[in-house]
């Protein structure tokens, strides 16, 4: 049964250290630059933990009060074999506790030989950028016969800071260096298949330009088993999982570094645990029923170790979350329908139960004791010394108040109830209608619901220094959790036209108007101001809206032997949102935005001109004080030839007249000057080459 809101992803011209580049053509995607490999995606305008992200069915979050670790960092592209992104109304089977939609990557299932046979495969890829010095390299190697099969993967990347377009010089903090390398072990018996994957990323640094910290070492192992069975009734899938992250945040050189006696560390140890079941019941040729349940743990311990000679960030080390869970037990229930050659429906329902609390905290103890503040103040602002952006002056004038505030504050959270339980419920209906050879309708409601994160209900933390520690929006403010927030409540219709040509689909294109109104919204209030023009935000429930189109259109503009095929191809996304509270706009909504794009095949050769136009974002929101950035236009080509199927090579040209311009949902670039300082500025002319192969 075609599906027509489910819009498939194409992987970038050249390899790309980000993974999130896979859906950069899917209409009402985008995603805001945190770290080079770490870019948190936005669908329809709903953003990061409203959007699940299922990696080889797992629902990771990010460990980290930055979100320096999301779940798409964590596999490379080169090991995604099957990626789709769905915003708004998803079917319940695709995960519940998320508004926005759902993203999933899997890495591709495992090769075996014919009977009889052994099959010896695999690829290769390397890929240099001239901008930042970026390389990487990558690849796989499967043995295999009909029943057994093993296979290697591993890549790693990395690049030095990148230069902006114009004269806007080398954007601070955009430093990284990550690898990857996994084992799957495959076991097929008739029509039963079972898969486990063990695997590790390393990343040892990544820089962050829109935060005051970087990630000084990622290390997250994995193993992920998956069982597929083919029966007389339907087919059964089932997944068990287990992660376990650990994770560390301090000072790189661009931001002052960081050595025993200086610096802030800050350390997280995440783990993951889970399984998923779904049966798939065939009730007869035009209907067909999907169960299912899931279950995931989520443990995080945030502490952040006390440093070395430093009367503020000492004695005893800082508990940000200190044994917190977030547990989600869900249950589905989806019935697909063909009721005729032209009439088909999906209907489905889901309860999931969130289950969080965590332990007793402690800040550092330092500021605590008059005789501590007797002591030299400068010297413990040793310490904190290289804290760009920081205002240490203001910082250590209100010590006192420093150290009593998060006394205060975590004697308070800890004489609190912590222990919380949402009880979430979903639902989505869609019909879809297809009006003659050249029209597909698609129309649909759905009700989803997302419970808080950890840091949105348990951070605890009311000063200064250590409230900017979390926050995983970019733009410099400190944040405050908030232990009696409610799961918000997405209500989302819309409505999808394709157009298409009867014979054999030369061209097509896609409409789709949607509205989504959201009871309870996380979003914040301001509770302080801090220096160099920032807030002390605290998180809270408001009513909000969002409501936008997406567009998109193909069409083979000539296809002969003479010229080859040539295909053009645009998009356009629109969203805008409103906090019914603040009457401010929603956070991190991307402007009008589309692309033209044109593409030519000619035998082993093939090539791409594309120009990407971006509006002023002038809608913004000023609680936050987010920044406007001006509007652009980039232009962009590519071209390529392969040998065979065993050689190809790609070369593209990004941001060809090395224009000048701000990202828009880049957060604000905090290692430089100003009060408050600018947005972060996107990457200048680069040339890249992709050489890849396949034996």
């Known amino acids: 049964m075609e599906q027509i809101s489910v819009i498939g992803t194409r992987r970038p011209f050249t390899q790309a250290a980000d993974t ?66 769905i915003a708004g109304i998803t079917p319940v089977s695709l995960g519940g506790d998320s508004t926005g939609g759902t993203i999933s990557v899997e890495r591709k299932d495992p090769q075996f030989a014919k009977e009889g046979k052994v099959l010896i495969t695999g690829d290769g890829r390397e890929d240099w950028r001239s901008n930042g010095g970026g390389s990487g390299a990558g690849g796989s190697l499967t043995i295999a016969n009909d029943m057994l099969s093993l296979r290697y993967s591993g890549s790693y990347t990395h690049a030095s800071d990148y230069t902006a377009g114009g004269r806007g010089g080398r954007v ?51 193993v992920n ?35 025993a006696t200086t610096g802030m560390p800050m350390n997280s140890d995440g783990r993951t645990a889970g399984y998923s079941l779904v049966a798939t019941l065939p009730l007869s040729r035009s209907h067909q029923l999907k169960l299912g349940s899931a279950f995931s743990h989520d443990g995080l311990n945030d502490w952040w170790p006390p440093l070395e000679g430093s009367m503020m960030m000492g004695p005893e080390a800082f508990h940000s979350l200190n044994h917190a869970h977030r547990d989600h037990l869900g249950h589905f229930i989806q019935w697909d329908a063909q009721w005729s050659p032209r009439w088909s429906s999906e209907l489905g329902m889901r309860s999931d139960v969130i289950m969080m609390n965590t332990g007793t905290v402690s800040p550092y103890q330092g500021l605590s004791s008059m005789s501590d503040m007797g002591m030299n103040m400068g010297g413990s602002m040793m310490g904190m010394g290289g804290m760009a952006g920081m205002d240490m002056s203001n910082m250590g004038m209100s010590g006192m108040s420093m150290g009593s505030t998060n006394q205060e504050a975590a004697r308070a959270f800890n004489k609190a109830r912590r222990g919380r339980t949402d009880d979430n419920f979903d639902v ?144 356009l996304n629109w969203v805008k949102g409103q906090d019914f509270k603040t009457h401010s706009g929603l956070y991190q909504q991307m402007p009008l935005n589309g692309s033209i794009r044109l593409h030519e095949h000619f035998g082993p050769w093939h090539g791409m001109a594309e120009i990407v136009l971006v509006k002023a974002k002038h809608t913004v929101d000023w609680v936050r004080n987010e920044p406007r950035t001006p509007g652009y236009a980039l232009l962009n080509l590519g071209a390529g030839y392969h040998w065979s199927k065993y050689l190809q090579l790609d070369v593209s040209l990004d941001n060809l007249l090395n224009q000048r311009y701000a ?33």
Not at 58 to 79: F, K, V
């Open 428 to 571: 989505t209906a869609l019909l879809r209608y297809k009006a003659n050879a050249y029209l597909n309708i698609e129309g649909g409601y759905a009700r989803k619901t997302r419970s808080p994160n950890l840091y949105e209900r348990y951070g605890w933390s009311r000063e200064s220094m250590t409230a900017r520690m979390i926050n995983w929006f970019g733009d410099g403010n400190g944040y405050v959790g908030n232990l009696n927030l409610k799961p918000e409540v997405a209500n989302t219709a819309s409505i999808t036209f394709r157009l298409h040509d009867a014979a054999d689909h030369q061209w097509e294109a896609m409409v789709q108007p949607f509205y989504t109104y959201t009871h309870n919204y996380i979003n914040v209030v301001r509770i302080g101001a801090l220096s160099r023009g920032f807030n002390l935000l605290q998180f809270e429930n408001h009513n909000a809206q969002s409501y936008g189109i997406n567009a998109s259109g193909r069409a083979t503009l000539w296809d002969g032997d003479k010229w080859g095929t040539g295909e053009i191809s645009t998009q």
């Open 172 to 222: 601070l903090s955009s430093n990284y260096l990550s690898f990857n390398h996994d084992v799957t072990a495959g076991l097929k018996l008739k029509n039963h298949l079972f898969s486990l994957t063990f695997g590790q990323q390393n990343t040892p640094y990544e820089g962050f330009p829109n935060q005051y910290m970087d990630e000084t070492n990622n290390r997250s192992t994995f």
């Open 20 to 85: 999130a580049a896979l859906f950069r053509d899917v209409p009402g995607f985008s995603s805001y630059k945190t770290g080079g490999i770490a870019s948190l995606p936005v669908l329809n305008g709903m953003a990061d933990d409203r959007v699940a992200t299922f990696v080889d069915g797992m629902p990771l979050m990010a460990d980290c009060p930055n979100h320096m670790n999301p779940a798409l960092s964590q596999i490379s592209l080169d090991e995604v074999a099957h990626s789709v992104a």
């Open 225 to 259: 088993g998956k069982y597929l069975g083919t029966f007389n009734w339907g087919t059964l899938e089932a997944r068990g999982y287990w992660q376990h992250v650990t994770h560390a945040m301090n000072m790189l050189a661009d931001k002052g570094g960081h050595s």
């Open 663 to 695: 990202l828009p949902l880049g957060g604000r670039a905090v290692s430089t000057a100003g009060s408050p300082p600018g947005p972060v500025l996107g990457m200048g002319r680069s040339v890249n080459l992709t050489l890849r192969e396949h034996f």
